[in-house]
């Protein structure tokens, strides 16, 4: 019972700092926008999880800052070990984020920024990191498709696919108890402001470990 009491007080001091954020939403909800906004306004305060992945590193990454360069079995090897908060499977590459990825993030103070999809959303809430979830949401599929034209980077096969994938991810953003808060991006400037509220706890909370 001692032991058992005793490991459970390290796994506390392990992912002991600023609760984690987990951000997830739509392409084209204008996640990365606040995100940025929030970055600016808040330097040093967070932090993002450094991904791990199978796929061979593209020209000019680096392993360790912009993933963890894994082989297939490595990466098996950890999420049958437990070592994984979420993981997922695309273009047949695996890609996911593990709890010391998390840890490393806490361990300077920072609040710790996981930007995944509802998959992911669903694994994490499976486990003990505690975050703080947020949907980040388009008023509506109609202003979304019109943002997503309008970028011009998307083929019509590509389009209707994100669409499809984002009717879902609104309808299954308003599942009960799923986020803490759901901001709808649709004045930027009052997105952040609701973002900003919704922060406002860790941010004071890391902001003082920074300055002690």
Partial sequence: MVLIRALSRLAAAAMAGPRP?????????????????????????????????????????????????????????????????????FSGNMYGTSKSAVRDVQARNQICILDIDMQGVKSIKKTDLNPIYISIQPPSVDILEKRLRDRKTESEESLQKRLKAAREDIAISKEHGLFDSVVINDDLEEAYTNLKKSLAQEIEKAQKAKDS
């Fill in 21 to 89: 954020v987990v951000l997830s939403g739509p392409s084209g909800a204008g996640k990365s926008t606040l995100l940025k906004m929030l970055l600016r306004d808040h330097e040093g305060t967070f932090g993002f999880s450094v991904s791990h992945t199978t796929r061979n590193p593209r020209p000019g990454e680096a392993n360790g800052k912009d993933y963890h360069f894994v082989t297939r079995e490595e990466m098996q090897r950890g999420i049958d070990n437990g070592e994984f908060l979420e993981h997922a499977v």
